[in-house]
């Protein structure tokens, strides 16, 4: 394995969370929309859990992508959905999850809070009168809720980490309060797991539920880390170093899973 | 059952269970009659201005686009509409002047959502499998479902969505009610004349809606003998008697895909991207003219706005075949 030396954003928050699938190849990942969930774990099928057990938003069960994938049509399309052992509904893998098959969901988040909340609603202004409106919950609301873990990507900005969001789209640890999930309706012991960014992970307080910073990247220190936070997570006591990308990596996520750079191309370049 | 919270949206189409029941009783045909139209009869006759109206899929796979473009050609007026998993249905129509109420479960471009709120679209919130399951809901004649999702947050306080004490054990359970749209639009791979129809590929929820809906209109990728669907019924994926109206429409989802048939066209849906994401609208209303209102049919369509050379380019683009036919 070579130590990669440049590489976006995008690329380092995949190359950790294929990683992550490696761990868990036996465990079970339902997916809603395309970036950089669906893509990361399409790079750890071609790399390294070739059986993976994908389960798309739209029905797709165990799909073995005819990848590159057109541009645009990460997902919902004929190539996304090829050589699939079923092909059923939203409703149908709706209700795989609620009985509780579904062991991680990975999941795009605009802005998140010390509990791990989801805001893919609008920004600024209120509900009826927003400065900035996107698309709405989309399937990340039925991820977050019924997964038994979820795992976020977010950049690490000052603004997506903030301490009160607008709005919560879809369900982290809500107040934070024990239980607060299953009063309001959700299943038991599901919540957040880790919330990936370029360039930490982070995990959640099972006492408080707050957020933790679990490892950071070699090329940063916690502090740099804390200031592209609008608030101050708990931190472990031994913090982990992420190893970086390596060319096998980066290789199979440029050549054969996403040529276009459609999403790998997203952020910042890293030069170590 | 004892209510622990309420969200505070309004729901657009209360269900009526017997209401519906004696309107399927009078309306829907049982015989196996041939129900085959033109695009402009079908919307001209079962979409009226104030109808709730649901779709399959997205104007990227499989969605019934050529419809959409009838129903906006045809100017309707104050139609309600179920946003899950779309991306320009919603936009479209809304920037067209059709529709006054929307679920959300998702619709693409926020900008244009944001334009609507200004032009008093009313809205509630939801997720795509929210209103996937109301539509089960609608399609099981029952007026509510229970769900393991949606509750704690914004898109729940922003529905109408309640909190219940679940009446045989302790436990909190999410309710949402049964939607039974006025309308149901569906594009399919093949269907016969009396709207015995097939769907290969996954979906959203096609028979959901199919079942649930008062009026079920089904466009087809091509019209095949009865004969197919009797020496093959496990492929047939709504029955006839669901079915009202069955428009033949070759590409009619252009521009998205409709797998093993033809690939989707980047280039028109990053234009629909473009135009929506026009905060002024004008690109929008452009677009529209171009694309609906100064074209009579989806024949003319296909002929003038597509061409016949980008149709054989997307038909060779969709290598795909395998399960797909």
């Known amino acids: 394995m070579t130590r990669a030396t440049t590489f976006t954003e995008a690329e380092a928050s995949c190359c950790i969370t294929a990683r992550m699938i490696k761990q868990g190849w036996d465990k079970s990942y339902w997916v809603g929309g395309g970036g950089t969930p669906l893509i990361s774990a399409l790079m750890a099928q071609k790399l390294y859990v070739p059986y993976l057990t994908l389960v798309l938003e739209d029905g797709v069960i165990a799909p073995q992508p005819d990848i590159p994938l057109d541009p645009l049509m990460v997902f919902v399309s004929a190539k996304a959905n090829y050589r699939a052992v079923a092909w059923t509904n939203m409703n149908t893998v709706c209700s795989h999850a609620s009985l509780g098959l579904f062991d991680y969901g990975i999941l795009l988040t605009l802005q998140t809070d010390p509990y791990g909340n989801i805001n893919s609603s609008f920004l600024g202004g209120d509900f009826y009168h927003p400065v900035r409106r996107f698309g709405g919950a989309g399937g990340a609301n039925e991820i977050a809720s019924m997964c038994w873990r979820t795992i976020l990507h977010c950049t690490q900005e000052k603004r997506k980490f903030v301490k009160k969001m607008d709005f919560i789209t879809s369900p982290g640890y809500l107040d934070g309060s024990p239980h607060a999930r299953e009063r309001a309706g959700l299943p038991a012991n599901t919540g957040p797991y880790r919330v990936v960014t370029p360039e930490a992970v982070f995990g959640f307080d099972e006492e408080t539920r707050y957020m933790k910073l679990l490892a950071i990247a070699e090329w940063v220190e916690v502090k740099d880390v804390l200031d592209k936070m609008d608030f101050e997570p708990m931190t472990a006591k031994k913090m982990e170093r992420l190893e970086p990308p390596t060319e096998e990596e980066l290789q199979i996520l440029r050549v054969n899973v996403d040529p276009s750079g459609g999403t790998i191309g997203e952020g910042k370049w890293i030069n170590l | ?325």
């Not at chain 2, 473009?69 to 002047?97: D, P, S």
């Not at chain 2, 006054?100 to 900008?111: P, S």
């Not at chain 2, 749209?181 to 809606?209: K, M, T, W």
């Open chain 2, 1 to 325: 059952m004892e209510i622990l919270d309420s969200g505070i949206g309004e729901l657009f189409h209360i269900p009526d269970l017997d209401g519906h029941r004696a309107y399927i009783r009078e309306n829907k045909k049982r015989a196996l009659v041939e129900k085959v139209m033109t695009e402009q009869e079908a919307i001209s006759k079962y979409v009226n201005d104030g109808d709730y109206l649901c779709y399959d899929c997205t104007m990227l796979m499989r969605g019934p686009s050529s419809l959409v473009r009838e129903v906006i050609r045809q100017r309707k007026k104050n139609l309600g509409l179920g946003g899950r998993f779309t991306y320009m249905i919603v936009i479209l129509m809304a920037a067209a002047g059709c529709v006054n109420r929307i679920d959300i479960g998702y619709i693409g471009v926020g900008a244009a959502l944001k334009r609507a709120f200004d032009q008093g679209i009313k809205v509630a919130e939801w997720s795509n499998s929210t209103l996937t399951m109301r539509l089960l809901a609608g399609s099981l004649g029952i007026p509510f479902i229970p769900i393991r999702f949606l509750g704690g947050t914004g898109a729940f306080h922003y529905s109408a969505a309640k909190l219940a004490k679940d009446p045989w054990g302790d436990k909190e359970v999410v309710l949402v009610p049964a939607l039974n749209p006025d309308v149901g639009l569906i594009h399919v791979h093949q269907c016969d004349v009396y709207g015995n129809a097939r769907i290969f590929g996954p979906s959203v929820s096609p028979l959901e809606i199919a079942t649930a809906s008062k009026k079920v209109i089904v466009s087809t990728e091509e019209i095949i003998d009865t004969e197919y669907i009797r020496r093959d019924p496990g492929r047939t994926t709504i029955p006839y008697y669901l079915v009202d109206a069955v428009v033949e429409a070759p590409f009619g989802s252009h521009p998205g895909e409709v797998a093993g048939v033809y690939a989707s066209d980047p280039e028109s849906i990053f234009e629909m991207f473009r135009v929506a994401g026009d905060a002024t609208g004008k690109q929008m209303e452009q677009f529209l003219e171009k694309t609906v209102y100064s074209i009579t049919n989806h024949k003319e369509y296909l002929e003038k706005i597509v061409g016949l050379e980008k149709i054989l380019a997307l038909k060779r683009r969709a290598t795909i075949k395998q399960g797909y036919s």
